[in-house]
């Protein structure tokens, strides 16, 4: 059974940075693509990254580019986005997914796996 968990979520101020991370397991996370999804309270869930397997290729939303950048620990199995100079309209759930293909995409519905979620905060 894939599990993906995420951490890394809270409280930050605006400007702040955090780092989320995505622990996999039952899945070599190197092999797919894998993407960062949020969701805002009474918004629908929206694509933030993606990396395609073997790192080939990363793909921003443009709200977030220049800010935010992801990366994954083949060692670990575990994948990560790094978040600077957040703003208040990055408030969301943050989701991981993975996609059983190599290429990645920005579009939640083509995702196979998902975790439960890690909660980002940004106060003004």
């Known amino acids: 059974q894939v599990q993906l968990v995420e951490s890394g979520g809270g409280l930050v101020q605006v400007g702040g940075s955090l780092r989320l991370s995505c622990a996999a397991s039952?899945?070599?996370?190197?092999?797919?693509?894998i993407g960062w999804f949020r969701q805002a309270p009474w918004k629908e869930r929206e694509a933030v990254s993606c990396?395609?397997?073997?790192?080939?290729?990363?793909y921003y939303a443009d709200s977030v580019k220049g800010r935010f950048t992801i990366s994954r620990d083949n060692a670990t199995n575990t994948l990560y986005l790094q978040m600077n100079s957040l703003k208040p309209g990055d408030t969301a759930n943050y989701y991981c997914?993975?996609?059983?293909?190599?290429?990645?995409?920005?579009?939640?519905?083509?995702?196979?796996?998902w975790g439960k979620g890690t909660q980002v905060t940004v106060s003004s």
């Open positions: 997914a993975a996609r059983l293909y190599r290429l990645c995409i920005l579009a939640d519905t083509v995702y196979d796996y």
């Open positions: 039952e899945v070599t996370l190197e092999n797919y693509a």
């Open positions: 990396i395609s397997a073997s790192d080939v290729s990363t």
